[in-house]
């Protein structure tokens, strides 16, 4: 079966570590990811297709910016486009704000910003966040399956893959 799971998710939310993990732990998971989980591309819907294209059996991740329905429907049009077999799952990352935050403090330090200039990035964040979280999925969307992950307490990666919301998708 191929599969492609795609990363529902806000900067800053352990999407990058997370997906290392799994990557590390599973070898033979593809990753695509775009440039600071920036919106698809071109070249990155390339890749997926060429990964599909490939004979047997296919997982892979797709990390990119999706932040509203439109952005996700116009993602799972074009996979079923691809490949109409293809069983399309969503990680919703639901990181609490405060280590998100804190995260994205920590990658702003470290480029070189301070004083001011960080206070007002970090609250461009926490907006970004929150309108982030009043668009996440609010039903399948498109999607086979959900899964909600929390980077701070992820879930066992055998579980990952696995439907845990089928059906209807209750948001948290």
């Given at each position: 079966?191929?599969?492609?799971l795609?990363?529902i998710a806000?900067?800053?939310?352990?999407?990058?570590?997370?997906?290392?993990?799994?990557?590390?732990?599973?070898?033979?998971?593809a990753?695509?990811?775009?440039?600071?989980h920036?919106?698809p591309?071109?070249?990155?819907?390339?890749?997926?297709?060429?990964?599909?294209?490939?004979?047997?059996?296919?997982?892979?991740?797709?990390d990119?910016?999706n932040?509203?329905?439109?952005?996700?429907?116009?993602?799972?049009?074009?996979?079923?486009?691809?490949?109409?077999?293809c069983?399309?799952?969503?990680?919703?990352?639901t990181?609490?704000?405060?280590?998100?935050?804190?995260?994205?403090v920590?990658?702003e330090?470290?480029?070189g910003l301070e004083g001011?200039?960080?206070?007002?990035s970090?609250?461009k964040?926490?907006?970004?966040?929150d309108?982030?979280?009043?668009n996440?999925?609010h039903?399948?969307?498109?999607?086979?399956?959900?899964?909600?992950?929390?980077a701070?307490?992820p879930?066992?990666?055998?579980?990952?893959?696995?439907p845990?919301i089928?059906?209807?998708?209750v948001?948290?």
């Open positions: 079966m191929k599969e492609v795609v990363v806000p900067r800053c939310c352990g999407i990058t570590t997370f997906c290392n993990k799994v990557i590390s732990a599973h070898p033979e998971i990753l695509v990811a775009t440039e600071n920036g919106p591309t071109d070249e990155a819907y390339e890749r997926l297709q060429e990964l599909l294209d490939q004979p047997g059996d296919q997982r892979i991740i797709f990119c910016w932040e509203t329905r439109e952005d996700r429907e116009q993602i799972t049009e074009r996979l079923k486009w691809f490949d109409p077999q069983r399309t799952g969503g990680w919703v990352f990181t609490p704000k405060g280590d998100c935050a804190k995260w994205h920590e990658a330090m470290a480029r001011e200039g960080l206070a007002r970090l609250i964040y926490k907006a970004s966040y309108r982030f979280h009043d996440r999925p039903g399948l969307e498109g999607f086979s399956f959900l899964v909600q992950v929390n701070v307490r879930p066992c990666f055998s579980n990952i893959f696995m845990l089928d059906g209807p998708y948001p948290l």
